[in-house]
Protein backbone atom coordinates (compact mmCIF):
# COMPACT_ATOMS: atom_id res chain seq x y z
CA UNK A 1 0.00 0.00 0.00
CA UNK A 2 1.71 3.20 -0.95
CA UNK A 3 2.16 6.10 1.65
CA UNK A 4 -0.68 8.55 0.74
CA UNK A 5 0.40 11.30 3.36
CA UNK A 6 2.26 13.82 2.07
CA UNK A 7 -0.91 13.79 -1.19
CA UNK A 8 -2.78 16.47 -1.74
CA UNK A 9 -6.41 17.10 -0.15
CA UNK A 10 -8.87 18.53 -2.82
CA UNK A 11 -8.90 22.41 -1.10
CA UNK A 12 -5.01 21.99 -0.63
CA UNK A 13 -4.52 20.67 -4.65
CA UNK A 14 -7.13 24.64 -5.45
CA UNK A 15 -4.49 26.56 -3.07
CA UNK A 16 -1.59 25.17 -4.87
CA UNK A 17 -2.40 25.66 -8.15
CA UNK A 18 -4.48 28.83 -7.94
CA UNK A 19 -7.42 27.17 -9.51
CA UNK A 20 -11.17 26.76 -7.58
CA UNK A 21 -12.32 23.78 -6.23
CA UNK A 22 -15.00 23.46 -8.46
CA UNK A 23 -12.32 23.14 -11.25
CA UNK A 24 -10.06 20.76 -9.50
CA UNK A 25 -13.25 18.70 -9.21
CA UNK A 26 -14.00 18.83 -12.72
CA UNK A 27 -10.40 17.62 -13.41
CA UNK A 28 -11.32 14.47 -11.19
CA UNK A 29 -14.57 13.67 -12.54
CA UNK A 30 -12.88 13.99 -16.21
CA UNK A 31 -10.25 11.57 -14.62
CA UNK A 32 -6.89 14.23 -15.83
CA UNK A 33 -5.43 14.04 -12.46
CA UNK A 34 -4.52 10.59 -10.24
CA UNK A 35 -6.20 10.77 -7.11
CA UNK A 36 -6.50 8.10 -4.26
CA UNK A 37 -8.76 7.95 -0.80
CA UNK A 38 -6.73 7.93 2.23
CA UNK A 39 -8.69 6.51 4.97
CA UNK A 40 -9.40 8.06 8.35
CA UNK A 41 -10.07 6.96 11.62
CA UNK A 42 -13.80 7.35 12.00
CA UNK A 43 -14.68 9.28 8.96
CA UNK A 44 -14.97 8.65 5.31
CA UNK A 45 -11.78 7.93 3.43
CA UNK A 46 -10.84 11.93 1.91
CA UNK A 47 -9.77 12.00 -1.77
CA UNK A 48 -6.55 13.31 -2.52
CA UNK A 49 -4.14 14.41 -5.14
CA UNK A 50 -0.80 13.38 -6.17
CA UNK A 51 1.83 16.02 -5.43
CA UNK A 52 3.68 15.76 -9.02
CA UNK A 53 -0.13 16.92 -10.32
CA UNK A 54 0.28 20.15 -8.73
CA UNK A 55 2.91 21.23 -10.85
CA UNK A 56 1.18 19.55 -14.16
CA UNK A 57 -1.44 21.92 -13.57
CA UNK A 58 -0.11 25.02 -11.70
CA UNK A 59 0.70 27.04 -15.35
CA UNK A 60 -2.36 26.48 -16.99
CA UNK A 61 -4.34 28.92 -15.12
CA UNK A 62 -5.47 31.58 -17.08
CA UNK A 63 -7.00 34.73 -15.27
CA UNK A 64 -9.62 36.67 -17.53
CA UNK A 65 -8.53 40.28 -18.40
CA UNK A 66 -9.75 43.46 -19.54
CA UNK A 67 -8.61 45.09 -22.98
CA UNK A 68 -9.05 48.69 -22.48
CA UNK A 69 -11.18 50.22 -25.26
CA UNK A 70 -9.59 52.64 -27.34
CA UNK A 71 -10.34 56.17 -27.60
CA UNK A 72 -10.37 55.90 -32.04
CA UNK A 73 -12.64 53.49 -33.36
CA UNK A 74 -11.02 51.37 -35.77
CA UNK A 75 -12.00 51.71 -39.36
CA UNK A 76 -13.34 49.38 -41.69
CA UNK A 77 -11.84 47.94 -44.73
CA UNK A 78 -14.20 48.24 -47.90
CA UNK A 79 -14.48 44.22 -48.05
CA UNK A 80 -15.88 44.16 -44.45
CA UNK A 81 -18.95 44.38 -43.83
CA UNK A 82 -20.10 48.49 -43.15
CA UNK A 83 -19.64 50.01 -39.79
CA UNK A 84 -22.80 49.18 -37.36
CA UNK A 85 -24.94 52.13 -37.17
CA UNK A 86 -25.46 53.95 -33.85
CA UNK A 87 -28.98 53.65 -32.38
CA UNK A 88 -30.72 56.48 -31.03
CA UNK A 89 -32.62 56.12 -27.55
CA UNK A 90 -36.19 56.89 -29.29
CA UNK A 91 -38.27 59.20 -28.23
CA UNK A 92 -41.03 57.83 -25.83
CA UNK A 93 -43.84 60.68 -26.08
CA UNK A 94 -44.04 59.92 -30.23
CA UNK A 95 -43.99 56.86 -29.84
CA UNK A 96 -46.94 56.89 -27.59
CA UNK A 97 -48.73 59.45 -29.66
CA UNK A 98 -48.68 57.21 -32.36
CA UNK A 99 -49.87 54.01 -30.72
CA UNK A 100 -52.99 55.84 -29.81
CA UNK A 101 -53.34 57.11 -33.09
CA UNK A 102 -53.84 53.65 -34.31
CA UNK A 103 -56.34 52.82 -31.59
CA UNK A 104 -59.88 52.58 -33.12
CA UNK A 105 -63.11 53.69 -30.81
CA UNK A 106 -65.36 51.35 -29.86
CA UNK A 107 -68.07 53.31 -31.68
CA UNK A 108 -66.33 52.23 -34.72
CA UNK A 109 -65.46 49.06 -34.44
CA UNK A 110 -67.46 46.24 -35.96
CA UNK A 111 -66.79 43.24 -33.61
CA UNK A 112 -66.16 43.89 -29.66
CA UNK A 113 -64.00 41.72 -27.53
CA UNK A 114 -65.78 40.77 -23.95
CA UNK A 115 -63.84 43.76 -22.26
CA UNK A 116 -64.94 46.13 -25.29
CA UNK A 117 -68.19 45.03 -24.97
CA UNK A 118 -68.33 45.61 -21.29
CA UNK A 119 -66.75 48.84 -21.87
CA UNK A 120 -69.18 49.52 -24.13
CA UNK A 121 -72.83 48.59 -22.74
CA UNK A 122 -70.49 49.85 -19.07
CA UNK A 123 -71.13 46.45 -17.51
CA UNK A 124 -68.90 44.56 -15.63
CA UNK A 125 -66.49 42.17 -17.59
CA UNK A 126 -68.33 39.20 -15.29
CA UNK A 127 -72.33 40.21 -16.49
CA UNK A 128 -71.20 40.13 -19.93
CA UNK A 129 -69.44 37.07 -20.36
CA UNK A 130 -72.46 35.33 -18.45
CA UNK A 131 -74.87 36.61 -20.38
CA UNK A 132 -72.73 35.63 -23.49
CA UNK A 133 -72.94 31.89 -22.27
CA UNK A 134 -76.70 32.18 -21.62
CA UNK A 135 -77.24 33.27 -25.27
CA UNK A 136 -78.64 36.77 -24.49
CA UNK A 137 -76.07 38.44 -26.41
CA UNK A 138 -75.33 36.29 -29.83
CA UNK A 139 -71.11 36.22 -30.54
CA UNK A 140 -68.53 34.29 -32.73
CA UNK A 141 -66.02 31.72 -30.92
CA UNK A 142 -62.47 32.54 -32.84
CA UNK A 143 -60.29 29.39 -33.78
CA UNK A 144 -58.25 30.11 -30.61
CA UNK A 145 -60.97 30.13 -27.99
CA UNK A 146 -61.68 34.01 -27.98
CA UNK A 147 -65.51 35.88 -28.07
CA UNK A 148 -66.37 38.73 -30.51
CA UNK A 149 -69.78 40.49 -30.25
CA UNK A 150 -70.84 42.26 -33.03
CA UNK A 151 -71.25 45.67 -32.26
CA UNK A 152 -74.97 45.98 -33.66
CA UNK A 153 -76.09 43.37 -31.93
CA UNK A 154 -74.81 45.52 -28.41
CA UNK A 155 -76.71 48.72 -29.71
CA UNK A 156 -80.51 46.70 -30.04
CA UNK A 157 -79.27 44.86 -26.72
CA UNK A 158 -82.42 45.13 -24.23
CA UNK A 159 -81.63 43.32 -20.50
CA UNK A 160 -83.58 40.20 -20.29
CA UNK A 161 -85.11 40.70 -16.80
CA UNK A 162 -86.68 44.47 -16.94
CA UNK A 163 -87.66 45.72 -13.57
CA UNK A 164 -86.07 46.05 -10.50
CA UNK A 165 -85.26 42.53 -8.74
CA UNK A 166 -83.81 41.89 -5.59
CA UNK A 167 -82.07 38.85 -3.88
CA UNK A 168 -83.74 37.06 -1.27
CA UNK A 169 -82.66 33.47 0.34
CA UNK A 170 -80.13 33.23 -2.65
CA UNK A 171 -82.51 33.83 -5.16
CA UNK A 172 -83.71 36.46 -7.57
CA UNK A 173 -87.12 38.13 -6.93
CA UNK A 174 -88.97 40.69 -8.43
CA UNK A 175 -89.47 43.28 -5.73
CA UNK A 176 -92.46 44.92 -5.85
CA UNK A 177 -93.23 48.35 -6.17
Known sequence: MEDLSNWLTIPQMAAATGKSIRSIERLITLHRVA??????????PVTVIAPDE??????IVLRPTVQPQSAIAPTRQPDRLPAKATLRHPDTKAILKALEQLRVPLAQKVYLSSREAALYLGFPLAEVERLVEAGHIPSIRLSNGWRRIARKDLDHYTPPSVGVTEWRNGKEEPSVM
Open 54 to 59: VEKHKG
Open 35 to 44: VAKRPVEGMK
